[in-house]
């Protein structure tokens, strides 16, 4: 039902846009949220929608250079990446979930994508 896709290499500076797919879910008010993981690190929160109100909210270490937006005709969640640092390196996931609002709190969500890899080279 989701599908993260669009990551791949690129250099410190450059720019990747990633691209949340969703599918098979009843209703289009449902909240979206990116997170990443890095090999040997915790899971964290990357930025998040919510359908509802069109908020958005960025983890703090990509504030300014990560902006998360939604398409309504093609049904799909972007995340657009400028500025980025090897240390934005992982593997990228959407999740999503029904009325949470916009969350970066993981266990909210009950639907997770597969993951698309994001390799930053120095």
């Known amino acids: 039902q989701l599908q993260a896709y669009g990551g791949g290499l690129v250099e410190s500076g450059g720019s990747l846009r990633l691209s949340c797919a969703v599918s098979g879910l009843t209703s289009d008010y449902y909240d979206i949220g990116w997170f990443r993981q890095a090999p040997g690190k915790e899971r964290e929160a990357v930025g998040c929608f919510s359908s509802m109100d069109g908020s958005t909210k960025d983890q703090d270490s990509v504030k300014g250079r990560f902006t998360v937006s939604k398409d309504n005709v093609e049904n799909t969640v972007y995340l657009q990446m400028n500025s980025l640092k090897p240390d934005d390196t992982a593997v990228y996931y959407c999740?999503?979930?029904?009325?949470?609002?916009?969350?970066?709190?993981?266990?909210?969500?009950?639907?997770w994508g597969q993951g698309t890899q994001v390799t930053v080279s120095s």
């Open positions: 999740a999503g979930a029904y009325g949470i609002g916009c969350t970066l709190y993981a266990p909210m969500y009950d639907y």
